[in-house]
Nanobody
């Protein structure tokens, strides 16, 4: 089973930026599509962004399009989420997830095979 470790969360003021990182175990990272999701208490987990295994395709939720950028470095087994122009409504626990179907772009959480533990992002107004 692939292990994912997220980092980079924290507290930031509205309008600020954060970069989340997610590093995977194993030797076949480039064969996994990787996504970011987020969740707030009492709400369902929400799709944020996804990137294909070779980095050639990305897809974003409308709520973050133009503000967030997902990218990856397969040599470092790491996927990133650059978050700019943060808003208080971006406050959530952010999770990275992966699927063995590296060429597919999925945005439903039940399509992912392995998950990280989550990292808290808090945006103050």
């Amino acid at each position: 089973q692939v292990q994912l470790v997220e980092s980079g969360g924290g507290l930031v003021q509205a309008g600020g930026s954060l970069r989340l990182s997610c590093t995977a175990s194993g030797r076949t990272f480039g064969s996994y599509a990787m996504g970011w999701f987020r969740q707030t208490p009492g709400k369902e987990r929400e799709f944020v962004a996804v990137i294909s295994g070779n980095g050639g395709a990305t897809y974003y939720a409308d709520s973050v399009k133009g503000r967030f950028t997902i990218y990856r470095d397969n040599a470092k087994n790491t996927v990133y989420l650059q978050m700019n122009s943060l808003k208080p409504e971006d406050t959530a626990v952010y999770y990275c997830a992966g699927t063995y179907s590296g060429s597919r772009i999925y945005h439903f959480d039940n399509q992912y095979d392995f998950w990280g533990q989550g990292t808290q992002v808090t945006v103050s107004s």
